[in-house]
Each structure stands twice: as structure tokens, then as C-alpha cells.
């Protein structure tokens, strides 16, 4: 009996150690897309595509250069003007989302 509590302890802390996540804050590379087409957008060819596409009502996502994630944008008025464009974004990541504290333009 006893060894069953103790299993169902350890049990309980390991999934619950999971929801644990920190906000990671940073810097990355990537492209301002559109919900719909994401990282299938995430390119200069498609930029066209991304403004149109955002203008119409779909929501902004941040593409990463790096894994080629896609990142929901909790502000997406501080990327505005920004819509198709390969950028440098700083700010945090939490649960799957990208608040963003600043934004400038790469070079091409």
C-alpha cells in the first residue's frame, strides 16, 4: 500500500512538473505570416501574399528562421507595418505564443 502512494506521488509531481514552462526571452530571425499559410508563406515570394492575407482577416504569426516554428502573436500591433517581411523580433516566448517588445527590418 505504501509503495502504490509513493508511486502515485511521484506520478502526480512528474505530469504536473510539465505545466511548469517559464517564458524564455530573446531575440530570433524570422517572417511575419499569416495564420492560414504560415510557414508556407515564410519567404520573400510570398510576402505579397502574407500582407493580403492579413489584411483580410487572418490572424499574424511569427515564422522562426531557425526551425521554422510558428509562434501565435499576442501584440500583433507592435508588428504592424511589418506584415511579409523578414525581421529581427525581441521579446518573450510563453506557451506557443510571441509577445513582442521590438521589431526591426533584416537586411535582404
Not at 514552462?21 to 492560414?36: C, F, L, M, P, R
Request: charged content about 25%.
Amino acid at each position: 500500500m505504501k509503495r502504490a502512494v509513493v508511486m502515485l506521488t511521484m506520478a502526480c509531481f512528474l505530469s504536473l512538473s510539465g505545466f511548469a514552462y517559464t517564458a524564455q526571452k530573446g531575440s530570433w530571425k524570422g517572417w511575419v505570416s499569416d495564420e492560414k499559410c504560415g510557414a508556407a508563406n515564410a519567404s520573400a515570394a510570398k510576402a505579397e501574399c502574407s500582407k493580403k492575407c492579413i489584411e483580410g482577416g487572418q490572424k499574424m504569426v511569427f515564422v522562426n528562421d531557425k526551425d521554422k516554428s510558428v509562434l501565435a502573436i499576442t501584440n500583433p500591433e507592435a508588428l504592424k507595418g511589418h506584415e511579409g517581411h523578414h525581421i529581427k523580433v525581441k521579446g518573450k516566448v510563453e506557451n506557443g505564443a510571441l509577445t513582442v517588445e521590438s521589431a526591426s527590418m533584416l537586411k535582404k
